[in-house]
Nanobody
Framework: QVQVVESGGGLVQPGASLRLSCAASGGISSFDAMGWYRQAPGKQRELVAAIVSNGETRYGDAVKGRFTISRNRAMNNVYLQMNSLKPEDTAVYYC?????????WGQGTQVTVSS
């Protein structure tokens, strides 16, 4: 059974940076794709950033130029470097790992951007 665990959330002031980490495990040495999604209160879950095994990345329009997704060589850990954070970035951030068309989600980590 795949387990996905996020870490690194917290409370920061506008303009600050934060780095999220995600580790996926469970008998799979390398996932096909991994990504970060977020959900703010009263809103739908949205794509933040995703990366596939060949290194290609995709970003949500709201975070382009501010956030960067990266992965380890084994493609079972991903990271999200978030710079120039804004109050509207406040949300629960979820990590997703995909293997052969099956998605596994983490429990989420709260990011709050407030002065």
């Amino acid at each position: 059974q795949v387990q996905v665990v996020e870490s690194g959330g917290g409370l920061v002031q506008p303009g600050a940076s934060l780095r999220l980490s995600c580790a996926a495990s469970g008998g799979i040495s390398s996932f096909d794709a991994m990504g970060w999604y977020r959900q703010a209160p009263g809103k739908q879950r949205e794509l933040v950033a995703a990366i596939v095994s060949n290194g290609e990345t995709r970003y949500g329009d709201a975070v382009k130029g501010r956030f960067t997704i990266s992965r380890n060589r084994a493609m079972n850990n991903v990271y999200l470097q978030m710079n120039s954070l804004k109050p509207e970035d406040t949300a629960v951030y979820y990590c997703k790992a995909r293997f052969r068309g099956y998605d596994s989600w983490g429990q989420g980590t709260q990011v709050t951007v407030s002065s």
